[in-house]
């Protein structure tokens, strides 16, 4: 099992900065990747960012350049940082982990955070 908390959303100003967490706890060592994802209204969840296991890193394009995702092994955290942060980049975004056990591919979810951007 895997348990995931998200937390660093809030309210800021178009250009604006945030960093958003997901701290992990349980079997963290079987994680082979953990990424942002983040749905808006009227709006499919989609993948904002990943990190796997080994460093490996992929970003959705509206978000490249602009948001860098990392980890910190020692507190088992992920970090979301967003710069240069757009009205259309309001959402709650949420941190997903995935795992491997006896064969299968298992994923985790944080209960999401809000992030919005005003103009």
């Known amino acids: 099992q895997v348990q995931l908390v998200e937390s660093g959303g809030g309210l800021v100003q178009a250009g604006g900065s945030l960093r958003l967490s997901c701290a992990a706890s349980?079997?963290?060592?079987?994680?082979?990747?953990i990424g942002w994802y983040r749905q808006a209204p009227d709006k499919q969840r989609e993948l904002v960012a990943a990190i796997s296991s080994r460093g490996g890193t992929n970003y959705a394009d509206s978000v490249k350049g602009r948001f860098t995702i990392s980890r910190d092994n020692t507190k088992n955290t992920v970090y979301l940082q967003m710069n240069s942060l757009k009205p259309e980049d309001t959402a709650v975004y949420y941190c997903n982990a995935g795992r491997y056990y006896s064969g299968s591919y298992f994923q985790y979810w944080g209960q999401g955070t809000q992030v919005t951007v005003s103009s």
């Open positions: 349980g079997s963290t060592a079987s994680i082979n990747a």
